[in-house]
């Protein structure tokens, strides 16, 4: 069978193509590492990207199958509702939580050491592949598909810190 354009139904099924940029979830890799007062990454400071909460990409795609014919055949590209470089997350993160957060540029392999999974050679794979797309600026920009779809705006990364707030927090004032 010859392979079909994405704009094409797969065997009869409508399909459309979601392009998501980093979710906000993966804050969660370094809330071990917020708690304590660091805020390392393996991104350059200025790579751009605008993350976007699991929910609201879970309510896009739920929106989607409740008409897939009308989205049949198109690619949405999914940001969350703010643009950020590495060093503005880390500022607003810093400023939500009223803690000095100062981005601290690793290595990949330093950082996947920092969050516990330093022999994982998928997610080493991974993170230097995510460097370079956002070296590239591929993760850069917002769009408004989800919004639209959804009909509604979307989760904040203030949002998302105070949701979570216990996993960036002490349970005891650090000495």
């Known amino acids: 069978m010859p392979r079909c354009p994405a704009r094409h139904r797969a065997r009869g099924v409508p399909t459309t193509h979601l392009r998501i940029t980093f979710f906000m979830q993966w804050l969660l890799y370094i809330s071990g590492l917020i708690r304590y007062g660091r805020y390392a990454m393996p ?3 200025d790579s751009r990207f605008a993350p976007i909460a699991g929910r609201d990409i879970s309510l896009t795609a739920a ?6 014919a009308k989205h049949a055949g198109q690619t949405y590209v999914l940001t969350g509702p703010a643009e950020y470089s590495h060093e503005e997350l880390a500022a607003e993160v810093s400023r939500v939580l009223g803690k000095d957060l100062e981005f601290e540029h690793v290595t990949v392999s330093t950082f996947l050491h920092l969050i516990g999974i330093g022999d994982d050679l998928p997610k080493l794979k991974h993170f230097e592949a995510v460097t370079i797309d956002q070296q590239e600026g591929r993760l850069a920009g917002i769009s408004d598909d989800a919004p639209t779809i959804i009909g509604e705006r979307l989760a904040t990364v203030e949002e998302f810190i105070n949701e979570h707030r216990a996993l960036f ?3 005891y004032k650090a000495a």
Request: aromatic share 16%; net charge negative.
């Open 169 to 171: 927090e002490l349970e």
């Open 63 to 68: 929106k989607i199958f409740t008409d897939p």
């Open 43 to 45: 991104f350059d400071a």
